[in-house]
Each structure stands twice: as C-alpha cells, then as structure tokens.
C-alpha cells in the first residue's frame, strides 16, 4: 500500500490548540493536523514494513497505541490522510475536469511607458510584425475559438499589452462579442473579464464601462511617487506617470470600483513594508507585489541579499495585513481549505494568447519564443495541443517531486521556471526559496487565526 507524507513542524508546535501537539501536513491533501506525540509516532510508521511497536507500547502503553492506531487507520481510510495511491485516483479525477476557459488578448504592443524592467521589450515582445494594435477582426476570431474549447464552462477573458487602453474600441466591441458568444441558457453572460493597466489614458466613460460589465481592474504600480516614477518613468519626459495612476485609480473608485494593485520588486524598491503601507493607505484592498524577472535593466535583478531583505519584508506583512498582501492571503486560503493542486496555471490546461497579428502562445510571458507558438488565429489555427497536463504536473519535475511543498506552490511560473533554467518544469531557484519562505509565514497566519477564532468562538 502506498505511504504516507507528513511533513512535522517541530518550530510551530506553540502555535497548536494546546500549546504543545504537533502539527502536521498532510503532502498529498494539504490538510493541517494536530497530534499529540504517540499518535504522530504511530502515524510515521504505520507505513514501515516493521514498525517498532514494542517500544511503542512500552513507552506509551497498549491501550493508547492501539487507540491511536484505530485513529490513524479511520483517518486514512475516510479520505481526510490521502496516500500515494489515493492521489492517483484524485489526479485521475481532475484530469477529466478540464476545459479551455482562459484567453489573453494582447490588443496593444504599444505603451506609453518605458518600464526600466519590462520583460515585454516596451510593449512589442520582440514581435517585429508591424503590428502593435490588433484588429475585432483577430479578436473575434480568438473569441470563437475559446468558445469551441470551453465546453459548457465560464470563460475569463484577459486583455493585456502593452497598454490595452490605447486600443479602447476593440476591447469595448470584444466585450460585446464576448457576452452575446458566450450566454448561457438563461441569456446571461457566462464570462468575466479582466484588465492590466497603467491607467493613463483611462477615462470615466470607460471606467463606468468596467462597473456595467464583469470587470476585474489591475493597476501596475510600484510604490510612492518618487519610486515609481523612477522605475516607470512616461516615454514624455514632462509626464508624471505615477500622477496618472493615480488619477485612474481616483476614477475607478469613484465608480464603485476597487482595483488590485501590482507591484514590481527590484533591487531599488526592495521596501515592501512601506510600499504595502503607502498602497493601503491609498486605498487599495488588494495588492500583489511579485519579484522582477530578466529585466531590460541587469542593476534591477534581485540578488541573493534582496531576496532575504524581501522575505523578512514578507515576514512583516504576513504578520500585519495578510489579507492585503495578495500571495500571502491565496497561500493562507489554500491551506485552510486543503486545496491541493498539481499545475500551477492555465498552461498546463490550456490557455491562449493572442498577439495584435493573430500569433497564438500558451501564455503572455511567452510570447516571441518561436518554440511555443502554437499557430495563428487566421491562417492555421492550433498547431500544437494545448493540453501539457502530463509533462507540467508538477510530479513530473525531478526537483520538485519530493518537496513536501509541491502541492501548495505547484512548481511555479512555468515562464519565470524556463527563463531562469531554460526547462518549463524546473523550479526557478530564486522563486522557489520565496515561495517556501512565504508559506512558511502563511502556515503561521493560519494558525495564529484559528487558535484566535478558537479562543474567541469563533469558526476555524
């Protein structure tokens, strides 16, 4: 029969009900467990070809060994402890699940912007087809193939640049499209929309626009206005870009809309604690702050002691406002609810990107690399399968196959992975001792919440 894996956190066992059981992870579901010191030795090696079991009920007594091993056993075979072969079925199980839901439309590889880090080569991804705003024309057929991919699911349609408001009537008559493509039975829309935007060029029409319709808004911004303004200075010399956003952000909230803050971190705004602070008191609910990669500019890579400046930054903010730091609060989620997953997004599954010309990539970040081009809107289609379930699941990857963390952190940005290492599965190294830091801190949030929902009766 297939084992066990427990992962024990020897360090965090004051943060148990009772101040002194074990805590424990289930790998393979994700679950949190608390066990006091027999049950957790029972459970070690109750998987071992010959456990120990005299100095067991020597130490603990036969009664007590033999209610912990009643207890283990009923957790296995109730599905809340899942072994190596119950995975499979689980796995199986996903695998039948899935669709086609994601579309990202690059409408614009123009920007007003020249971001010192952008990945995108200012806008165009070093796509030199001539065409930096793409057409309804590509857009719709885009539109319709998603909809022969989706099956009956709901669809999310992600517009992206560049910046897409410089191309504002083909992201309106997309939205259209979209809504009359994709109703269901009852004629409602079955699909959500989302923008990332610098918001300079945004106008109020446009933001009620976001208000009528399923909209989710991203401002890219990077901190106080000195920060940014350095960071992500207007192509206009005499242009405040951090002013703009600003004034979009104004705008947004003055339409009942509350947009998610991104925040790039290099070697010059390595403050994370401030930046979250300056945000929040802005107003922003939501804010996703994640680490530069190959930027234009090499002096903004984060070296190895950025990285420890960062994570002790995370420290804070997990321990402050962990529902404001978007990574910490998913991680928080994940482990509260036992959400265990072997893909870390849509590529794995199935998603599409669309260049201003037609050109098809599983994903924005890896747009203008020939080898993943999967075809082209108007001329061939799909070229390649979409479905990189078998080769992306994070199992699969020799590094990540024994960490006792894979299911939480599902091996990470399969694009960040490949321009670190060169291999979609091979876990940049950088990202991979953040991650591990920040669900170090997660578990801790989750732990410190329940022990104080506990003590004030609240839920878990």
């Known amino acids: 029969m297939g084992g066990l894996r427990l992962k024990v956190f020897p360090e965090?066992?004051?943060?148990?009900?009772?101040?002194?059981?074990?805590?424990l992870l289930d790998v393979n579901s994700c679950r949190i467990f608390e066990a006091e010191d027999a049950l957790l030795e029972v459970l070690l090696v109750m998987d071992d070809p010959s456990p120990d079991w005299a100095r067991l009920r020597l130490q603990y007594g036969d009664q007590h060994i033999d209610e912990c091993l009643s207890f283990a056993r009923n957790l296995v075979d109730?599905?809340?402890?899942?072994?190596?072969?119950?995975?499979?079925?689980?796995?199986?199980?996903?695998?039948?699940?899935?669709?086609?839901?994601s579309l990202t439309l690059n409408i614009a590889h123009t920007c007003q912007l020249r971001c010192r880090y952008c990945f995108a080569n200012t806008g165009n991804y070093g796509l030199d087809d001539g065409i930096s705003l793409m057409s309804f024309d590509t857009a719709k057929q885009a539109i319709d193939i998603l909809n022969q991919l989706r099956g009956n699911q709901k669809a999310?349609?992600?517009?992206?640049?560049?910046?897409?408001?410089?191309?504002?009537?083909?992201?309106?008559?997309s939205v259209g499209y979209a809504e009359a493509t994709f109703a269901g039975p009852d004629r409602k829309p079955n699909v959500s929309f989302c923008i990332t935007t610098n918001g300079l060029a945004l106008i109020q029409s446009q933001a009620r626009f976001f208000k009528e319709h399923p909209f989710s808004v991203i401002l890219s911004i990077d901190g106080d206005?000195?920060?940014?303004?350095?960071?992500?200075?207007?192509?206009t010399d005499d242009v405040d870009s951090w002013a703009g956003t600003i004034a979009a952000f104004q705008i947004l909230t003055g339409e009942g809309i509350t947009p998610r803050a991104r925040v790039t971190v290099t070697s010059s705004n390595t403050n994370l604690v401030q930046a979250l602070h300056d945000l929040g008191e802005l107003g922003f609910g939501s804010i996703n702050?994640?680490?530069?990669?190959?930027?234009?500019?090499?002096?903004?890579?984060?070296?190895?002691?950025?990285?420890?400046?960062?994570?002790?930054?995370?420290s804070t903010m997990m321990r402050s406002r962990p529902l404001v730091f978007a990574d910490g609060r998913r991680l928080v989620a994940r482990i509260g609810d036992g959400d265990m997953g072997i893909w870390f997004c849509a590529v794995a599954t199935g998603s599409l990107t669309v260049s201003p010309s037609g050109e098809l990539y599983p994903c924005h970040r890896l747009m203008g690399i020939p080898r993943f081009r999967i075809g082209n809107v108007h001329d061939d289609g799909i070229l390649k399968a979409l479905d990189a379930r078998e080769t992306l699941d994070v199992d699969k990857s020799l590094v990540c196959t024994r960490c006792w963390a894979k299911y939480l952190c599902r091996g990470g940005c399969y694009a960040?992975?490949?321009?670190?290492?060169?291999?979609?599965?091979?876990?940049?190294?950088?990202?991979?001792?953040?991650?591990?830091?920040?669900?170090?801190?997660?578990?801790?949030?989750?732990?410190?919440?329940?022990?104080?929902?506990?003590n004030t009766g609240g839920d878990k």
């Open 156 to 173: 999310q349609i992600v517009f992206f640049g560049g910046e897409p408001l410089l191309n504002w009537e083909v992201l309106e008559r």
């Open 289 to 314: 702050m994640q680490p530069v990669h190959t930027p234009a500019d090499k002096s903004l890579t984060l070296s190895h002691d950025d990285l420890l400046v960062y994570e002790s930054h995370v």
């Open 225 to 235: 206005r000195d920060t940014h303004n350095k960071l992500r200075p207007c192509k």
């Open 78 to 101: 109730s599905g809340t402890l899942v072994r190596d072969e119950q995975l499979h079925h689980m796995k199986e199980h996903v695998n039948r699940d899935i669709a086609v839901t």
């Open 12 to 23: 965090l066992r004051h943060l148990s009900s009772d101040g002194v059981s074990n805590i």
């Open 416 to 454: 960040e992975n490949y321009n670190a290492t060169g291999k979609l599965q091979m876990p940049d190294p950088f990202r991979c001792h953040l991650t591990k830091h920040i669900i170090g801190r997660a578990l801790e949030c989750y732990l410190f919440s329940r022990r104080d929902a506990a």
